[in-house]
Each structure stands twice: as structure tokens, then as C-alpha cells.
């Protein structure tokens, strides 16, 4: 199975084929609304959008290699990150038991795309993972010409252990993204 198709957010999206199309749109983005309005699913768009080789005047082409890959949340160069409850047991193997974790999310979310998504309050972007995306940020894209990070419920990477060091290290990357890159945020808070 893969994404459903984006429901509503009519103006947003076609202000924002428009900036891309003219070449205006910034390199760093943030969506804010209220949980379940579609903010990630919109950033899944904007993203397949940015990817995709043959863009409509309003939006992806959805027929394109791109295109399919991104709807199917496989695409090397569209990279979701959202709050994970933080692996137990796993010392500084971190990252990798968190990057685990969500290769298994994603997995699910592809089969489950009805499933809610909405993370308890133990679960958090960790440093590790904000370092996994800067590392992620700094290489080439594997497939197309530039690369696509959503960091979804972005306001998970204050509060935990009483440090915001993941939210500080991810904005410097914020400020001066590589080029062909497009960093977008949603957060409900």
C-alpha cells in the first residue's frame, strides 16, 4: 500500500508548486496547525513535488519513478523523521536502534496509512537521530537532484532529558541547509 492522497490544504498547495516552479521556495519550511489537519502529508507532497522529474504546473506528476517511489515512502532521498520511544538497552548504539526503529514505522505506516500516528509522551527526536539527519543532510542524494527531510511533530526534540541539545544541533543545519537540500518541519505546538 502507500500514501493516501492529500486531502484538502487546496491554496497551500498550489502556493507552494507556484514557489517551486518559480525556483522561490526556501530551503527550510514550517508547517504549524493543529494535530491531524495533514501537516506530514503535506510535507510528504511538498517533498514528492521536490523529487519529482516531470512536475505538473500544480503539483508531482505521480507517474514518474520519483513519484511512485516517494508515494511509497522508499524513495533514497525523501527522508521522514517523527517522534520514537527511545529503545531501551541499546548504549551508544542510539542511532542505529533508532534509524531500527524507524526503517520498522515506516514499514508499518506503509501497510497501516489509516493508522494514527500521533506518538505517546514518552517518545521524542533524539540527538542521536537529529545526528543520523545531519549526517543524512551532508552526503549527496543517492537518487535525484536533491534531498528532502520532514522532521514531523518537530517540537518532540525540546523536551527531553532536560536538554535541547537536538533541537540546537538541528538548527544550525536550519539556518545553512547543504545545497539541494529542503528541510521541512511540522509541529502542532
Not at 500500500?1 to 491554496?11: R, T, W
Not at 510528504?44 to 516531470?54: N, P, R, S
Not at 520498522?104 to 489509516?114: T, Y
Not at 543524512?136 to 532536560?162: C, H, I, N, T, Y
Request: glycine share 8%.
Amino acid at each position: 500500500m502507500s500514501l493516501l492522497p492529500v486531502e484538502g490544504h487546496a491554496e497551500t498547495r498550489t502556493a507552494l508548486a507556484a514557489a517551486v516552479g518559480a525556483g522561490r521556495l526556501p530551503d527550510s519550511l514550517l508547517f504549524h496547525g493543529p494535530p491531524g489537519v495533514g501537516k506530514q502529508r503535506l510535507a510528504l507532497w511538498l517533498g514528492q513535488l521536490l523529487l519529482c522529474d516531470q512536475p505538473a504546473g500544480d503539483g508531482p506528476c505521480g507517474e514518474c519513478q520519483a513519484c511512485r517511489l516517494a508515494i511509497r515512502l522508499e524513495h533514497p532521498d525523501l527522508h521522514w523523521f517523527f517522534p520514537l520511544p527511545r529503545p531501551k538497552g541499546v548504549g551508544d548504539r542510539l542511532g542505529d536502534a533508532l534509524e531500527e526503529a524507524r526503517a520498522a514505522e515506516l514499514a508499518v505506516r506503509r501497510a497501516e496509512p489509516l493508522r494514527a500516528t500521533a506518538a505517546d509522551g514518552l517518545a521524542g527526536i533524539y540527538l542521536a537521530h537529529v545526528h543520523v539527519l545531519l549526517r543524512s543532510a551532508s552526503s549527496r542524494p543517492a537518487m535525484g537532484r536533491r534531498k528532502v527531510f520532514v522532521v514531523g511533530d518537530a517540537e518532540a526534540l525540546v523536551p527531553q532529558e532536560a536538554s535541547p541539545e537536538a533541537a540546537n544541533a538541528l538548527l544550525k543545519l536550519l539556518e545553512e541547509p547543504p545545497a539541494n537540500t529542503t528541510i521541512i518541519l511540522t509541529a502542532a505546538d
